[in-house]
């Protein structure tokens, strides 16, 4: 039997989103929990898969960077794995690709 994880889980996602509320502020437009943790069907040792939707047009890499001493602080404290991928507003809505469209169909605003 596997422990309920979804507490900690909640706690997980509360706490990586108050960390991108600070570092983007209003340019921050939405963050969705996707995957088999937003399917309900994780593991107690899944990854978490997080979208982060941002207003304006960004370069990816610098966005990864600039998350990535938040992201390692948070996995390291709760040993899990957070993965990020990031959209704009525009490429949420309108990309027609597999990743997308599962995202759109099965994840949750967190």
């Given at each position: 039997?596997?422990?309920?994880?979804?507490?900690?889980?909640?706690?997980?996602?509360?706490?990586?989103?108050?960390?991108?509320?600070?570092?983007?502020g209003?340019?921050?437009?939405?963050?969705?929990?996707?995957?088999?943790?937003?399917?309900?069907?994780?593991?107690?040792?899944s990854?978490?898969?997080?979208?982060?939707?941002?207003?304006?047009?960004?370069?990816?890499?610098?966005?990864?960077n600039?998350?990535?001493?938040?992201?390692?602080?948070?996995?390291?404290?709760?040993?899990?794995?957070?993965?990020?991928?990031?959209?704009?507003v525009?490429?949420?809505?309108?990309?027609?690709?597999?990743?997308?469209r599962?995202?759109?169909?099965?994840?949750?605003?967190?």
């Amino acid at each position: 039997m596997l422990p309920d994880i979804r507490p900690r889980l909640k706690e997980i996602i509360a706490q990586t989103r108050l960390g991108l509320e600070k570092i983007y502020g209003e340019e921050l437009e939405r963050v969705i929990l996707f995957g088999s943790q937003a399917r309900g069907d994780a593991r107690a040792d899944s990854d978490i898969d997080l979208l982060i939707v941002l207003k304006n047009p960004f370069d990816y890499s610098t966005e990864s960077n600039r998350i990535s001493f938040l992201i390692a602080d948070i996995c390291l404290e709760h040993t899990v794995v957070i993965n990020c991928v990031f959209a704009t507003v525009q490429h949420y809505q309108e990309y027609d690709n597999g990743l997308f469209r599962n995202i759109r169909r099965e994840g949750i605003s967190v």
